[in-house]
Each structure stands twice: as C-alpha cells, then as structure tokens.
C-alpha cells in the first residue's frame, strides 16, 4: 500500500510539472494581445468561474478564520504570484521564468523553519547558497555573458517564491483540518471578484477582444492558463501538501524547468551559456536542500 501511494505521489508530480511548467509559455502568448495585468485577472477570473459550482458545495462548516485563512492562502497562493509573473514575462523569457520558479522548495525550506519550527540541517544552507548562486547567475546572464546588468524583472519572480513558500507553509501547518479540494475551490472562489471586478471595469480587456488581432487566440491560451494550471494542479498539488511534507510537494519545481525550458526553446527562445550554468545551480542548490540526510 506505502508503494503504490508514493508511486501515486510522483505520477502526480510529474503531472504537475507538465501543466505548471506550460504556464509559462501560456502567460507569454497572453501577453501578446493583453496587458500584464489583463492577463493575471482573466488568469484568475477564469479559474474562479470553473471552480464555482464545486466550491459551493464546500463552505458547510467552515468559520470566519477558515475563510480569512482561505482568503490569505488564496492571495499569497494564486492572486498575487499571478500578477508578479505576468510583469516579470514582460522582459524575461519564458523559460528563464521557469527556472527561477524552482526556488520555490529553498524558500519553502527557510519559511518552514524560521516561523513554523522546521527543522535546518547544515546541507540545506548549502542547498540555499548554491541555489540563490545560481539566481544571481541566470538575472545577471545576458548576450555579452555574465554582466553585471541587472534584471530587476528578475525579482518580481523571486518574491513570487517566497509568497508560494508561505502558502505551502500554511497549508500545512495552519489549515490542515480542511480538505485539499476545499482550499483550492474556496480560495479561488474567494479572490475571483476582484479579479473578475478590475477586469471588466478598469482594463481595455473587452474591447482588445474585438479590436486587437490575435486578442481571442490569447484569451484562449490563457483561459487554459486558469482552468488547468490555476484551478485543476492547485488541487492535486495542495494535497501533495497535505499527503506529504511541504518540501515533497514543491519539489514538483525540479521538473517544471525542463518542461519550461523545452517550450521556450521550441517557441524560438535562446539559452546562453549563463543561463545554463544558473539553471544546474538552482536545481542542485534545491537538491541539497531537499536532502533528508
């Protein structure tokens, strides 16, 4: 039975690295028609909508802190990551967003351990060293090598990081007596009226729609964007969560790179040397720090 539930655990990973690692190229052909901004609330907005039937049935015996832990989760989780990342893409490729996303597992770590008593083993600071080394590397990579240009957009990533670590932590530690479906259904239900609100009433999203050639393509792509890689992996990855540790569950990002990388380099996108050497610190810097000995 322990077998087949960890060969569950990694099928499951694996899956989530084929949808979370597609986001990015689904964010960057948003772009193409839609605003930063138009993109993270149609994002958000979609996912809300498909979840709303189920999330319904899921608010009998929940209390006023479970929604404000809800609420939390679902703006640390979903909302605000969403916003970082579609800015971040405005100047940094889709696969280099990819990559950095595998930070998410260092920041878990730290998080856990600073305000949720987690323990912090002498090669997990290593892990951290190497990983944020490799950070450095890949935002300071550019066509001339490694420069000390400085991509800012970079840093819009990296707090998306630390806010999905801080989710990840709080899942486990402070809503564990509510079910992975309910958090994610809930969660999303709950941030969806803003989104849907700023949308409709303070973007040019209706009438790109019909006026931006390409605009109904890109609404597709990330109409998809939300049903699978917000709605549906948020879903079976917060019960990663709540099955397994933390550092399981979001160890996912080893996977996501590759998968993101592949479709960058498929849509055109050119790695550099740099960008290579940042993404193999990144991943072992994460590896080490995931290490149980």
């Known amino acids: 039975m322990s077998e087949k539930r960890d060969l569950t655990a990694v099928i499951l990973l694996v899956v989530l690295a084929l949808i979370w690692g597609t ?9 193409m028609s839609f605003s930063p901004d138009e993109v993270a609330s149609l994002r958000v907005a979609s996912a809300a909508l498909f979840v709303l039937p189920v999330a319904l049935t899921r608010l009998k015996g929940l209390t006023g802190r479970d929604y404000s832990k809800l609420l939390l989760s679902g703006l640390i989780g979903i909302f605000i990551p969403s916003f970082l990342f579609s800015f971040a893409q405005t100047r940094l490729d889709s696969s280099i967003a990819g ?7 260092i920041w878990t770590m730290i998080i856990g351990a600073a ?4 323990r912090f083993r002498g090669i997990a600071i290593v892990g951290t060293i190497v990983g944020f080394t490799g950070t450095v590397v ?9 420069s000390g240009q400085f991509n800012a957009y970079a840093l819009l990533v990296i707090l998306a990081t630390v806010l999905y670590g801080s989710n990840l932590n709080l899942i486990k530690f402070k809503i564990e007596h509510i079910s992975s479906l309910t958090i994610t259904t809930v969660s999303v239900m709950l941030i969806g009226p803003p989104a849907l609100i700023y949308l409709l009433g303070f973007t040019e999203f209706l009438p790109k729609l019909s006026a931006v050639p390409g605009a109904w393509r890109s609404f597709g792509f990330v109409v998809i964007l939300g049903l699978m890689s917000t709605a549906v992996a948020t879903v079976v990855f917060n019960k990663l969560v709540k099955t397994n540790s933390p550092l399981f569950a979001s160890s996912v990002t080893y996977l996501i790179p590759i998968v993101a990388v592949m479709w960058g380099v498929i849509d055109g ?16 810097g994460v590896y080490l720090a995931n290490r149980k000995r």
Do not use: C, R, W
Request: hydrophobic share 50%; aromatic share 6%.
């Open 99 to 105: 990559v950095m996303n595998s930070l998410t597992p």
């Open 138 to 146: 890949l935002i300071l990579t550019n066509a001339d090598g490694i």
């Open 23 to 31: 986001s990015f190229i689904l964010i960057k052909k948003g772009l």
């Open 115 to 118: 305000l949720f008593s987690q």
């Open 269 to 284: 996108e050119h790695l550099l040397t740099g960008h290579y050497i940042g993404m193999i610190l990144i991943i072992g």
